[in-house]
């Protein structure tokens, strides 16, 4: 009874191709989902610590809503609730892209906000002395410090979230999850499927890892580490 | 009280709340169940992780390393499906989603719990064993109490990911709120439109874990362990 079968997943070159095509799913997805959440992430922190009225309370109120609920109900609500409300079609991709792109920038506002805080005033005051414009100050003194400062924690954030991507499968995104769920449903080998999948995903997680930190290494080597 | 939700809100929206407002006690219970089990497995692993012996402590880094990086929904295929089908056996939707909760939760809480007792300087040991104490009398007397401070706040606020993971236990045909509330944002029903249901069921998630979000937040000022805490990473 207790028999491990992994072969009748990788001698079957469909489920291999499948697994393949879904990792690359998976990984794009959530690549480009986190860096449409960091831009929307640093828009929504600025705001708020600049108290920039009604969107410093509507950054507030967002990231506290999306922070407070699963990530599932508004994948849900984005794929079916939008759609049928604005009478809109998107493939499914779409759908996932806009439901990580909101979870994710609600996650990585919240760590950019305590960064922002933590900015030594004389940094402002030094660029402000200097005489360089609001922008300027910010473009070339505050973000790289915030960035670099939270740059760890952002890291440690997106490798989380990127492991609860798999639930996009469930609003039809063939990725590494649904591939998984294919294999299952033909074979019934759903111990040896998912112990793969679940390989996978820790791979890919580790090798995530290691790519930001040789970014964290090349991109912030003038940070003063501990 | 379904009667009553029916008279203000009306026949399908009525008895959809209700029974939205139902099921979602069977996630309160889930969630309750995840965080004792967690606790309590969490707890074993903690004291494993600070023990003196070698092999113990590796088994343990070991244990929280591999199930904090396994995806929940993973954990939840797996017992689900992946162990009664290896086993030939139907396991209950009950147990499958508390085995991969709790799991989930005692590596997140063992985690917080060894940095919290590892962030009380090694001085507070070396005293107590001065005073001729014996690991567990230390522990209890010295380390725990101090640690406590540091690890509430975390604890509280994991709590929130451990309700946020419930959700996905429907998966495997747990019947909680979001089982239920996806049956009637499919259901051909007007009134309850996805675009009704899913907000309205984001509320109620919401309503459950911003008091604790809050809570947590409060004890980090008030314990004044604010940026002290080593934090493990939740979503």
Redesign the interface.
């Known amino acids: 009874m207790l028999e491990l079968r992994f072969f009748e997943i990788y001698r079957d070159a469909d489920f291999m191709w499948r697994l393949a095509e879904g990792v690359w799913l998976s990984v794009s997805l959530t690549v480009t989902a986190a860096v449409a959440g960091f831009l929307v992430a640093m828009g929504l922190a600025v705001v708020r610590n600049a108290r920039v009225p009604v969107l410093a309370q509507f950054s507030t109120c967002y990231v506290e809503f999306i922070r407070n609920t699963p990530l599932i109900v508004q994948l849900f609500f984005v794929a079916f609730g939008l759609p049928l409300l604005l009478g809109y079609s998107w493939p499914f991709w779409g759908h996932a892209l806009l439901g990580l792109a909101l979870n994710f920038s609600a996650y990585f506002a919240e760590i950019l906000r305590s960064g922002l805080l933590a900015i030594p005033k004389g940094q402002i005051e030094a660029a402000e002395a200097l005489g360089l414009r609001r922008h300027v100050r910010f473009i070339k003194i505050v973000a790289p410090q915030v960035i670099a400062s939270v740059y760890p924690s952002l890291t440690s954030q997106f490798i989380f979230l990127f492991l609860t991507t798999g639930v996009i499968s469930e609003i039809g995104v063939e990725d590494l999850t649904h591939a998984g769920v294919f294999i299952d449903s033909r074979t019934f080998r759903s111990f040896e499927v998912f112990i793969t999948l679940t390989l996978l995903y820790v791979a890919i997680a580790l090798t995530f890892k290691a790519c930001l930190l040789a970014v964290d290494r090349y991109f912030f080597a003038w940070k003063v580490r501990q | 009280m379904s009667d009553l939700l029916v008279m203000l809100f009306g026949k399908p929206m009525g008895i959809m709340l209700f029974q939205l407002l139902s099921a979602t006690q069977y996630t309160i219970y889930l969630s309750a169940i995840a965080f004792a089990g967690g606790g309590l497995i969490g707890g074993l692993v903690t004291l494993a992780r600070i023990s003196g012996l070698k092999h113990l402590r590796r088994f343990a880094s070991g244990y929280i390393w591999c199930f904090q990086?396994?995806?929940?929904?993973?954990l939840l295929?797996?017992s689900g499906?992946?162990?009664?089908?290896?086993?030939?056996q139907d396991v209950d939707p009950w147990i499958s989603a508390m085995a991969s909760l709790t799991i989930y939760a005692s590596a997140y809480l063992a985690e917080v719990w060894r940095g919290a007792i590892q962030s009380i300087p090694s001085g507070q040991w070396e005293a107590g064993r001065a005073l001729g104490m014996r690991f567990f009398a230390i522990l209890r007397a010295i380390i725990l109490p101090q640690a406590l401070r540091v690890a509430l706040a975390p604890t509280v606020g994991f709590s929130?990911q451990i309700i946020?993971?419930t959700?996905?236990a429907y998966?495997i045909g747990f019947q909680d709120l979001?089982n239920i509330?996806?049956r009637w944002?499919n259901a051909p029903v007007d009134g309850t439109?996805?675009?009704?249901?899913?907000?309205l069921?984001?509320l109620i998630?919401?309503a459950l874990?911003?008091p604790l979000?809050r809570l947590a937040l409060y004890l980090e000022h008030r314990l004044g362990t604010i940026g002290k805490t080593p934090q493990a990473?939740?979503?």
């Open positions: 990086s396994v995806p929940l929904l993973m295929f797996l499906l992946g162990v009664p089908r290896l086993l030939g929130v946020k993971g959700s996905l998966i979001m509330g996806r944002a439109e996805p675009f009704i249901v899913f907000p069921m984001a998630y919401f874990c911003f979000s990473t939740t979503a």
